[in-house]
């Protein structure tokens, strides 16, 4: 039924010249006709037509739709700090780190998923900050479930979307803090509440693969990075941007009740026997 079908579609792309040509064959006829057409094609043609094909059908692909509703993500990252010694968001001072993701796809709009990431993070106070000498070097580990709102439907190739994840930090941080002419040395480790929020933009490559890149901010509720004893009274001053740019491979093989190689979803007769022509 798959070939028959993408047969059948070859005059749409060729033009009413094409059309004409065929008007005045039978249709019992038709099918075997392009078929001797189809084997006689040379191997380089045929690779030129394949390319072809890919770039003029890839916008009606994707990663993650709901024929294959589970995609794992590996991706690189960076950290960036603002707290009580300064700031190094969007200053091009990064620290870097990995992580993957596990995610399901429930709708058109939304998909959950688990996801880590453990990175570095570090910064030092410049010359003329108050706390000047203070500076600390923490290792990041975060673990959140995500909900993820798409923001375009799932046949368009670039695919905005939102994501809301709550989880866990966990800080292990170590470096000196220099105040009132004392310096002293800490060592901290400790697990906090964080709220992760980020926004991003997936590409689909192939039918299995996509491209994303994603920022958002991580604010680990009452964190101390820096261990300073002077805190903002709303406890939001030691948090971190991620960054984030990766892969995404769809997991598993899309239902195909006929096994001609065309998803149920996509086929149009998809309990077609095989040898029947449509």
Known sequence: AAAVSSMAA???????????LLAGVPPGRLNPILRS???????????MLGAAAWALTAPATQAQTSDRRTALSIYGS?????GNLGS?????????????????YLSRGLDLGFQFNYGDLKFTAPNSAPYFGTGFDANVATANLALKF????????????????????????????????????FDNSDTYFDLHGAAG????????????????QHWPVGANFDNLQNRDDNSW???FLQHSAGL?????????????????RKDKCPGTPAGVAV
């Open 10 to 20: 070859l005059p749409l792309c060729l033009g009413s010249g094409y059309n004409a």
């Open 37 to 47: 057409m189809h084997t006689r094609f040379s191997l380089p043609k045929a690779l």
């Open 78 to 82: 960076s950290l960036q700090y603002k």
């Open 88 to 104: 190094n968001f969007y200053n091009g001072n990064l620290e870097f780190g990995a992580g993957f993701s596990i995610d399901r």
């Open 150 to 185: 798409k923001l375009l439907k799932e046949t368009s190739f670039i695919q905005p979307y939102l994501l809301l994840a709550p989880g866990v930090a966990i800080t292990s941080s170590d470096g000196v803090v220099n105040q009132n002419n004392r310096r002293q040395a």
């Open 201 to 216: 933009i997936k590409f689909r490559l192939s039918d299995g693969v996509g491209l994303f890149v994603q920022t958002g």
């Open 237 to 239: 001053d030691d948090r």
């Open 248 to 264: 995404t491979f769809a997991l598993g093989k899309a239902k195909d009740e006929d096994n001609d190689g065309v998803s149920d």
